[in-house]
């Protein structure tokens, strides 16, 4: 009696629960590959850490050379005054003045950029700087900058300026400007509020503007040649507003890598300055050319916004200089793919269980998703500094190695264990493809989750799902 109840106490609740159920553990371990996904996740917290880190790199040498860098070419401009009369209740009528500023793009306008970059590291961060050289060449018809004063305002022609513009004036090295073969001095202009009539010179967005008096600019007739040449320094990225109504640039670098951005792409570009080299060394040479239709850009008017001609990345011709892809972007993409990776694992895992006579413990998997998790982490610290392609080859061996390893020991089998080795391979080689597909890694990873879940349904096919109930079933 005693006998019974005991077995009937122990046998009661396990007996609602079939103990070698395939179907269960299956379910367990799907459940486990979501939970496993959740530690990968907070790589993401140290990759926002890292890229922190880089930006300061990047603030702290751009203190000392200058930023990404936006270059505005020569600008004609020229205020004036413009007199309002109101008249009160009383009667009385009282004389104001307003202020404002006409403005003349160049007629044509070419320029040559010649840019030698080089990497400097800050840290452990690769910061790519650069010594760049401008040179302008613009022609004016004086007769522009006069057509865009109203009619019922008086030029002040004193404080008519011709304009050059900088973004980071820390990276200036040497401005020269000549006007008709003749040079004139250049001098930052003032922002502030002038009390004495109420004007300020334009401002542009992201530069910062320098001027030089040209003499009889009142008077001047004809066309108007302007040669301008800026010597500066800068980072990452260099940047150029289409200064003129039909403006063209031609650009030389010695570095391989560049990404063309802004508001034009080049209509041309090549390796090398011939075009024939593929090397480093050799650099690139592109060319822009961006007719005033395209510019969209008025060519005089009053008061216009210097603004239009330096918008970033809409209006301006630019060029980032890449030291490669960044590690933290391509660990982050590699991340967006932890809970498919993850569930890989675990799938292949129980493959090799349902064909072993050994079994797999819930703790056991979770030793292995956390080998996974930790492998995102080890690709973050090698990438950094070997790059990302050396990196995913030794982290990936080293997680293969370990997880493949861990199986022999787990299933008691060197069979399951090679086994494991080359599905674990082939799973990591998958993730490595699908990073560097891009535009086909949707199909590629749809595909590959096809056959993964094709793969098991087959192996699986006369699997009982429901596991044996009862002892004597078993035995039967």
Same mark, same amino acid.
């Given at each position: 009696?005693?006998?019974?109840?005991?077995?009937?106490?122990?046998?009661?609740?396990?007996?609602?629960?079939?103990?070698?159920?395939?179907?269960?553990?299956?379910?367990?371990?799907?459940?486990?590959?979501?939970?496993?996904?959740?530690?990968?996740?907070?790589?993401?917290?140290?990759?926002?850490?890292?890229?922190?880190?880089?930006?300061?790199?990047?603030?702290?040498?751009?203190?000392?050379?200058?930023?990404?860098?936006?270059?505005?070419?020569?600008?004609?401009?020229?205020?004036?005054?413009?007199?309002?009369?109101?008249?009160?209740?009383?009667?009385?009528?009282?004389?104001?003045?307003?202020?404002?500023?006409?403005?003349?793009?160049?007629?044509?306008?070419?320029?040559?950029?010649?840019?030698?970059?080089?990497?400097?590291?800050?840290?452990?961060?690769?910061?790519?700087?650069?010594?760049?050289?401008?040179?302008?060449?613009?022609?004016?018809?004086?007769?522009?900058?006069?057509?865009?004063?109203?009619?019922?305002?008086?030029?002040?022609?004193?404080?008519?300026?011709?304009?050059?513009?900088?973004?980071?004036?820390?990276?200036?090295?040497?401005?020269?400007?000549?006007?008709?073969?003749?040079?004139?001095?250049?001098?930052?202009?003032?922002?502030?509020?002038?009390?004495?009539?109420?004007?300020?010179?334009?401002?542009?967005?992201?530069?910062?503007?320098?001027?030089?008096?040209?003499?009889?600019?009142?008077?001047?007739?004809?066309?108007?040649?302007?040669?301008?040449?800026?010597?500066?320094?800068?980072?990452?990225?260099?940047?150029?507003?289409?200064?003129?109504?039909?403006?063209?640039?031609?650009?030389?670098?010695?570095?391989?890598?560049?990404?063309?951005?802004?508001?034009?792409?080049?209509?041309?570009?090549?390796?090398?300055?011939?075009?024939?080299?593929?090397?480093?060394?050799?650099?690139?040479?592109?060319?822009?050319?961006?007719?005033?239709?395209?510019?969209?850009?008025?060519?005089?008017?009053?008061?216009?916004?210097?603004?239009?001609?330096?918008?970033?990345?809409?209006?301006?011709?630019?060029?980032?200089?890449?030291?490669?892809?960044?590690?933290?972007?391509?660990?982050?993409?590699?991340?967006?793919?932890?809970?498919?990776?993850?569930?890989?694992?675990?799938?292949?895992?129980?493959?090799?269980?349902?064909?072993?006579?050994?079994?797999?413990?819930?703790?056991?998997?979770?030793?292995?998703?956390?080998?996974?998790?930790?492998?995102?982490?080890? =690709?973050?610290?090698?990438?950094? &500094?070997?790059?990302?392609? +050396?990196?995913? $080859?030794? /982290?990936? *061996?080293?997680?293969? @190695?370990?997880?493949?390893?861990?199986?022999?020991?787990?299933?008691?089998?060197?069979?399951?264990?090679?086994?494991?080795?080359?599905?674990?391979?082939?799973?990591?080689? =998958?993730?490595?493809?699908?990073? &560097?597909?891009?535009?086909? +890694?949707?199909? $590629?990873? /749809?595909? *590959?989750?096809?056959? @993964?879940?094709?793969?098991?349904?087959?192996?699986?096919?006369?699997?009982?799902?429901?596991?044996?109930?009862?002892?004597?079933?078993?035995?039967?």
């Amino acid at each position: 009696m005693t006998q019974t109840t005991s077995q009937s106490r122990g046998d009661g609740p396990r007996a609602l629960i079939p103990q070698r159920s395939a179907g269960l553990k299956l379910l367990l371990v799907c459940a486990l590959a979501l939970l496993m996904a959740i530690p990968a996740l907070f790589v993401y917290g140290v990759i926002h850490e890292r890229t922190k880190g880089e930006n300061e790199a990047f603030n702290d040498v751009s203190a000392r050379i200058g930023g990404e860098q936006s270059v505005l070419g020569p600008v004609l401009a020229v205020p004036y005054v413009r007199p309002l009369f109101t008249e009160e209740v009383t009667g009385a009528v009282t004389k104001a003045n307003s202020y404002g500023v006409a403005i003349a793009y160049a007629q044509t306008g070419s320029a040559a950029v010649d840019v030698n970059v080089e990497s400097r590291k800050r840290g452990i961060y690769p910061i790519p700087v650069f010594n760049a050289t401008v040179d302008f060449t613009a022609r004016f018809n004086p007769d522009d900058l006069r057509g865009a004063i109203p009619a019922d305002a008086k030029a002040i022609w004193s404080d008519a300026r011709l304009y050059v513009g900088l973004s980071d004036t820390r990276g200036v090295k040497e401005t020269v400007v000549a006007v008709d073969g003749a040079p004139i001095a250049i001098e930052p202009a003032t922002y502030d509020q002038r009390r004495d009539n109420g004007y300020a010179p334009t401002p542009a967005a992201r530069v910062r503007l320098a001027g030089g008096e040209i003499p009889d600019l009142e008077t001047r007739k004809g066309e108007m040649l302007v040669e301008a040449s800026l010597s500066l320094t800068g980072a990452k990225r260099f940047a150029l507003g289409p200064f003129a109504r039909d403006t063209s640039v031609t650009m030389r670098s010695n570095w391989a890598h560049p990404s063309f951005t802004g508001g034009f792409l080049p209509s041309s570009h090549t390796a090398g300055d011939d075009g024939a080299g593929t090397s480093e060394a050799d650099g690139f040479t592109a060319v822009w050319s961006v007719p005033y239709l395209a510019r969209g850009i008025s060519g005089a008017g009053a008061n216009l916004n210097l603004s239009e001609v330096t918008a970033r990345d809409s209006k301006d011709i630019a060029v980032r200089f890449l030291a490669g892809v960044s590690p933290y972007q391509s660990v982050e993409r590699a991340l967006k793919y932890a809970a498919m990776f993850i569930g890989f694992v675990f799938l292949a895992y129980f493959l090799f269980e349902i064909t072993a006579e050994a079994r797999a413990h819930p703790a056991q998997y979770v030793l292995v998703g956390l080998a996974q998790s930790i492998f995102y982490l080890l =690709l973050l610290a090698f990438a950094e &500094r070997i790059g990302f392609d +050396a990196a995913f $080859a030794l /982290a990936a *061996a080293m997680t293969v @190695a370990l997880t493949a390893g861990y199986a022999v020991a787990v299933f008691r089998s060197r069979k399951i264990g090679l086994r494991a080795l080359g599905v674990l391979t082939g799973i990591y080689g =998958l993730v490595y493809v699908l990073m &560097r597909a891009q535009e086909n +890694a949707l199909i $590629a990873g /749809a595909l *590959a989750s096809f056959t @993964a879940i094709a793969l098991t349904m087959y192996m699986t096919r006369n699997i009982d799902w429901y596991g044996d109930k009862s002892p004597e079933s078993a035995g039967a």
